[in-house]
């Protein structure tokens, strides 16, 4: 039988700076959409995939982060007093098991492989997920759900893919495609971010990940070996060589990246108007500016 994915990597040690100066001192997956850090969104994803075990791979200055977490006895104990049982719901939802919850540091930001990697101590001999919290995924079915899904069926390595304009292919790593099978696809090669007339198809690679332990056995080789870096897309490249068991998955929703402050703002108006409190005012609102840029052209 294939073992179910109950761990997962959330990399969160990046710099940040397309956010300067407010991730001088705010982590990135602190900031918020509408009233949600960017963390929770991930979170809420692993959790309905059906993930127990949260292994944060942080580094200085992202305590903001950890102490998200925690119980906050005082302010609960305010809001019990006031009767405010919604916003006690609400943070329940932030709240972590006593030992669900891991931090390992990686110590210098040398790259998302190697952010992987500092986790190798924390799992098994299992398969995990690697969730990247600046890619948002609004979906009716929670993307890594809808991953882990399909995974049981193939096991292997598996990679969260979407079609991206021609334009746009050469920000992203790429998949050259064996098979098209739907929603998922076999793959024989994987291509970071090629110019676009050399792009293999228009499938490419977005912030979800479902590997086996020999990828982090490939991270772990080159870490250790001499060498530099090594990537997350050329370990689980290696695999493509070896075991012929790295897949794509086209999952359902819409994506955001809000690692970029475009992405970010996307986000934030759709999230705003996907809630039933704000609808009305926002929306009314967006239409007044669009009517004004309008009679201003
Ligand atoms: P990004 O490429 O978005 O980098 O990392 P970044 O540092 O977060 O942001 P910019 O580009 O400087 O604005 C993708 C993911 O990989 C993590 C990041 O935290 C983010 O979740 N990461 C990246 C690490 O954990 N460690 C690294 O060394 C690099």
Known sequence: MKK????????????GTRFLPATKSI???????????LIQYAIDEARAAGIKEFIFVTSRGKSALEDYFDTAPELESALRKKGKKDLLETLKH??????????????????LGHAVWCARRLLGNEPFAVIL??????????????????????GGNMVAAMEVPADKISSYGVLDVKEDMGSVVSVKGMVEKPPRDEAPSNLAVIGRYILTPQVMNNLNEKKSGAG???????????????SDNVYGFRFRGQRFDCGSKAGFLQATVTFGLARDELRDEFSA??????????AAE
């Open 285 to 294: 609102y967006l239409g007044e500016l669009v009517s004004l840029q309008n």
């Open 133 to 154: 919290p600046d890619d948002v995924i609004a979906a009716e079915t929670s993307c890594l759900a809808q991953m882990v899904e399909a995974h049981a069926e193939t």
């Open 4 to 15: 179910r994915v109950t761990k997962a990597i959330f990399p969160v040690a990046g710099l």
């Open 94 to 111: 932030t709240n972590m098991d006593s030992g669900a919850i891991a931090y390992v540091r990686q110590n210098k930001p040398l790259g």
């Open 27 to 37: 982590p990135k997956e602190i900031m918020t959409l509408v009233d949600r850090p």
């Open 228 to 242: 530099g870096e090594i990537q997350l897309t050329d370990a689980i490249a290696r695999e493509i060589a070896e």
